[in-house]
């Protein structure tokens, strides 16, 4: 059976059971509410949809994640939009950030949207008046946008603004900040950030599987 959670105000939710009792004890005060026929089916209880505003969350694990200047520490979904607030760690098929900090993140699709990022791992990355400390991907699209750390098949947009490129194809103007000898000591640092990268998306993804 699936849900759809809502959270505003304020809300501190430490995981998604909390969050389910958070939403029974909402029901229970509600007098349609059945709570026979929801306590039997609780063990097949899947969170499909969480919508959240100004709301903190320690774990959560949902479909469907809309957050709105809330704090998530740990976020495992197929789809996530985030607004104005704060990710820490974040595995998705698609993540989508306005204006919104974000620690790792690691999916298929992420767009950055006048948002900050540590570290990012994804098959398609999109940044747009974004900062990313590093950016492992295999098509990066940026657009006044910087990186630190750049590693990407193709890059696109421009100017790309890095401290470090390390890409197979560039369409587009490039601004470094490195001569090559520094560049190869960078590239060699550069390996081991990556490395990082993939270490920390391999545990996000499988904690999402």
Same mark, same amino acid.
């Given at each position: ?32 509410? $059945? ?22 969350v320690?774990? *959560?694990?949902a =479909?469907?994640?809309?957050?709105? $200047?809330?704090?998530? &520490? ?14 820490? =760690?974040?595995?998705? =098929?698609?993540?989508?950030?306005? $204006?919104? *900090? ?6 298929? #699709? ?5 948002s900050?990022?540590? *570290?990012?791992?994804?098959? #398609? ?7 990313a400390?590093?950016?492992c &991907? $295999? ?5 006044? &946008? ?7 098949r193709?890059? &696109? ?27 190869? +000591?960078?590239? *060699? ?13 391999n +545990? ?6």
């Amino acid at each position: 059976m699936k849900r759809t959670l809502k959270f505003t105000h304020f809300q501190d939710v430490s995981d998604t059971e909390a969050a389910f009792f958070c939403w029974r004890t909402a029901m229970l005060e509600d007098e349609s509410y $059945q709570p026979n026929a929801a306590q039997s089916e609780a063990e097949d209880e899947v969170i499909e949809t969480v919508n959240m505003s100004q709301t903190n969350v320690d774990h *959560l694990h949902a =479909e469907l994640v809309r957050a709105t $200047q809330s704090n998530i &520490s740990h976020l495992t979904a197929t789809e996530v939009d985030v607004r104005m607030g704060v990710v820490v =760690e974040a595995a998705a =098929e698609n993540i989508i950030t306005h $204006q919104a *900090l974000v620690g790792a993140a690691h999916g298929d #699709e992420i767009h950055l949207n006048q948002s900050n990022a540590f *570290l990012v791992n994804a098959t #398609e990355t999109t940044l747009i008046k974004s900062n990313a400390v590093a950016v492992c &991907s $295999q098509s990066i699209t940026q657009n006044d &946008s910087s990186v630190n750390l750049l590693v990407a098949r193709e890059v &696109s947009g421009g100017p790309v603004r890095s401290t470090v490129v390390i890409a197979g194809k560039i369409d587009g103007p490039v601004e470094t900040v490195l001569d090559t000898p520094r560049a190869a +000591l960078a590239g *060699l640092m550069a390996g081991v950030a990556v490395g990082i990268v993939l270490f920390v998306g391999n +545990l996000l993804l499988g904690k999402r599987k």
